[in-house]
């Protein structure tokens, strides 16, 4: 499969400016049966400072529709991200969409930021599907930082983890080193798309990445707006977990069962059964 990472800027509440930008990005890098990954809220952008989310958009508005078109006009999957209006209330929202079957995964963000507490509802649900023989699952920038949402998705099969990113300076290092981490924990490729430029009196940090199962980049960007294409060889899953796989070696009942135990001096430990 060949994946490639659009690292762009967004202007908030801008959703005619982002989609125009993001199909004029789908028509020059689509090489038919490729994927493009985009970054987080990509369509409309962050809640405004004071609040405002009046340019979320529906699942099944003509936004999505047209990225549906644009994703079978040129045979290409597109994970994009964008505020979600429902009856509940707002969603920060990514959906793989593909040529098949349209939108075919929709993944609301479980972890916020704090600074999104108060504007959107917290998703409660991870997910994950198969595109053209590979198992691929979803995550929205914070979540990368939780060990336990990409160990669900591999615990799930996913051999390809997909990240909508947002994150902006000074954090810029601490997604990359994530990244790196849940490839390698998980033996599995790990993707993240990341905002660009400046934007709601915020400057974000780029620096998009692939890494592969056994935790090496395989392409970086800059900080600059860009395209970033590579082709994931899918026998460096089983590479990574020839010897050992972190799947199988998992010790659960430790921490499903363990209890603290008071030793000597006041020293405490957990037992190992």
């Known amino acids: 499969m060949e994946i490639t990472l659009a690292q762009l800027p967004c202007r908030e509440g801008c959703v005619a400016d982002n989609?125009?930008?993001?199909?004029?990005?789908?028509?020059?890098?689509a090489k038919g049966g490729n994927l493009i990954l985009f970054p987080e809220t990509q369509l409309t952008g962050f809640a405004a400072a004071q609040g405002d989310?009046?340019?979320?958009?529906?699942?099944?508005?003509?936004?999505?529709?047209?990225?549906?078109?644009?994703s079978r006009?040129?045979?290409?999957?597109?994970?994009?991200?964008?505020?979600?209006?429902?009856?509940?209330?707002?969603?920060?929202?990514?959906?793989?969409?593909?040529?098949?079957?349209?939108?075919?995964?929709?993944y609301r963000k479980t972890h916020l930021w704090p600074d999104e507490r108060n504007t959107v509802l917290r998703g409660d649900t991870l997910v994950c599907g198969v595109w053209r023989g590979t198992r691929i699952g979803l995550l929205i920038c914070y979540d990368l930082e939780f060990a336990e949402n990409a160990r669900a998705l591999a615990v799930m099969g996913c051999q390809l983890l997909l990240v909508t990113n947002g994150n902006m300076?000074?954090?810029?290092?601490?997604?990359?080193?994530?990244?790196?981490?849940?490839?390698?924990?998980?033996?599995?490729?790990?993707?993240?798309?990341?905002?660009?430029?400046?934007?709601?009196?915020?400057?974000?940090?780029?620096?998009?990445?692939i890494v592969d199962p056994l935790g090496r980049e395989v392409a970086g960007m800059g900080r600059e707006a860009g395209?970033?294409?590579?082709?994931?060889?899918?026998?460096?899953?089983?590479q990574a977990r020839s010897h050992y796989r972190y799947l199988d070696d998992r010790r659960l009942p430790l921490a499903r069962e363990a209890q603290w135990v008071e030793g000597e001096e006041g020293r405490r430990g957990w037992p190992l059964g």
């Open 73 to 106: 006009q040129y045979d290409v999957a597109l994970v994009i991200g964008f505020l979600e209006r429902t009856d509940k209330g707002v969603f920060n929202s990514t959906v793989l969409i593909t040529p098949e079957q349209g939108v075919y995964l929709h």
């Open 169 to 209: 300076d000074p954090y810029g290092p601490v997604h990359r080193n994530a990244a790196l981490a849940r490839a390698q924990d998980n033996q599995m490729f790990v993707a993240m798309t990341n905002r660009c430029g400046e934007g709601d009196g915020l400057q974000f940090a780029g620096e998009s990445l």
């Open 19 to 29: 989609l125009a930008q993001a199909l004029a990005f789908i028509e020059r890098y």
């Open 227 to 238: 395209a970033l294409s590579a082709t994931l060889d899918f026998t460096l899953l089983e």
């Open 53 to 70: 989310t009046d340019y979320a958009l529906q699942s099944d508005g003509a936004e999505l529709l047209q990225l549906v078109q644009a």
